[in-house]
């Protein structure tokens, strides 16, 4: 949560909600009439029919929009809530910050009426897919790979579910990871990187190899010649997975 605390000065900058997500996410959460959003950040994706964010980081509840559900501070591990508090309940992006993942989860079913929505990555087939941490920057994936949680060992911890891809579009307003995977010179602006905590977190020195080459590749157009194929694309699948469970 110290993390959010310095990350998160900067983070809603570039990290604006994509509709085309929000409209995925939205409709996994169905008919549920009542959202409980946990590690939920700014705010992004919740749904109108949030009545409560839950998140840790102070700086990350002061962004929160005008007009956005009320935020109490506290962790996944420990929901200050009753049973069966909301409908649906949704963790975005952030099961992999948790210290306990299995009581965070279970926290999770604990709270929600029906339906529980985790928006996750697959941390094997993003390193393999995604040109930017297979070909330039794996310093910044090894610091994922000691994170990210596998999708089938959350679905297992659900105790059961579905696996949606969530497929990134070329023109993302989200600038998450992958958001720039079609718009290649973003990742050397700084202000981007702060804004991708697997970025932000390895820091400009660790990374400075791979982006100085990442630039020279750019400007003598091998970038473009060796990923052609990915110019033709409107959206990819690098490995994001929508996992949505009822009990
Ligand atoms: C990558 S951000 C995602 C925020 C938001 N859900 C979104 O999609 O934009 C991860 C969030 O998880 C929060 N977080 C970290 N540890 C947490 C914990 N143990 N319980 C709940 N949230 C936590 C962080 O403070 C941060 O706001």
Not at 80 to 99: F, Q, Y
Request: charged share 20%; proline share 7%.
């Amino acid at each position: 949560m110290a993390t959010y605390d310095t990350l998160g000065v900067r983070y809603t900058r570039t990290r604006q909600p994509d509709p085309r997500i929000a409209a995925q996410i939205h409709a996994a959460l169905a008919d549920a009439t009542t959202v409980i959003n946990v590690g939920a950040g700014a705010g992004s994706y919740e749904p109108p029919r949030t009545v409560l964010a839950v998140e840790p980081s102070k700086v990350m509840i002061a962004q929160r929009p005008p007009g956005a559900a009320p935020a109490v501070q506290a962790v996944a591990e420990r929901l200050p809530l009753p049973d069966n508090a909301a409908d649906a309940v949704m963790a975005l992006l952030t099961v992999h910050h948790w210290t306990d993942l299995a009581a965070g989860i279970s926290e999770l079913r604990r709270v929600a009426r029906r339906r529980v929505v985790i928006l996750t990555w697959d941390q094997r087939f993003f390193r393999e897919r995604f040109w930017l941490v297979r070909d330039y920057l794996p310093e910044a994936a090894a610091l994922d790979d000691t994170r990210a949680i596998p999708p089938d060992q959350l679905i297992d911890l659900l105790g059961g579910g579905r696996q949606e891809p969530v497929c990134i579009p070329h023109d993302c307003t989200d600038g998450f990871g992958a958001a720039y995977w079609r718009r290649p010179h973003a990742y050397l602006d700084p202000q981007v990187r702060a804004g991708i905590s697997m970025l932000a977190q390895t820091g400009d020195g660790a990374l400075e190899t791979g982006l100085t080459r990442l630039a020279a590749d750019l400007t003598a157009g091998r970038w473009h010649i060796r990923h052609s194929e990915l110019l033709t694309l409107e959206t990819i699948d690098v490995g994001y997975r929508l996992l949505v469970t009822d009990h």
